[in-house]
């Protein structure tokens, strides 16, 4: 097996030569350091953007936390207020409904005569002997049946 190595150009190895190697080595590092510190700084800018970010958010989450709980807290005083009302509300249905039973209860019952009975019967008899109720047939304008006159004839 036989290695076969390339022909060496002139002035390859002269200490120009090098020299200029090492020069265009060192712009080219140079232009890896400046193209690399570009990054570094679009990366730190983008970094310093997302911190940003993410303290606006961390402000809004907190904001949204304390309207949340000041929301909570109006919340159980309204409840706290309705179950007041309510409670309210059932007493005075009861007393209501005891004010209506009793004025029910008044209006059914008559008032008791409490009069001696000749302070009651002072005054005369109770019904007018004269008095005929309104649900009885006026007999003077109305013939009377014909079995009350048979019954007058038969008797006789």
């Not at 190697?21 to 970094?47: N, Y």
């Not at 958010?57 to 179950?83: G, N, P």
């Amino acid at each position: 097996m036989t290695i076969t190595l390339p022909w060496r150009t002139p002035g390859r190895h002269t200490p120009e030569g090098r020299l200029h190697r090492a020069k265009q080595e060192l712009a080219a590092a140079r232009a890896d350091i400046a193209a690399l510190l570009e990054w570094r700084a679009a990366a730190d800018d983008f970094f310093e953007r997302i911190m940003a970010d993410n303290a606006d958010v961390h402000a809004l989450w907190q904001y949204a936390e304390d309207k949340s709980a000041s929301a909570e807290k109006v919340v159980v005083c309204q409840q706290a207020t309705i179950r007041d009302l309510e409670r309210q509300l059932r007493e005075l249905e009861q007393r209501l409904t005891v004010a209506v039973k009793a004025d029910a209860a008044g209006s059914r019952t008559q008032e008791i005569d409490v009069r001696s009975l000749t302070e009651r019967f002072a005054s005369g008899p109770v019904v007018s002997p004269t008095h005929v109720p309104g649900w009885v047939p006026d007999t003077d304008t109305v013939e009377l049946p014909v079995l009350a006159d048979r019954l007058v004839q038969g008797a006789a």
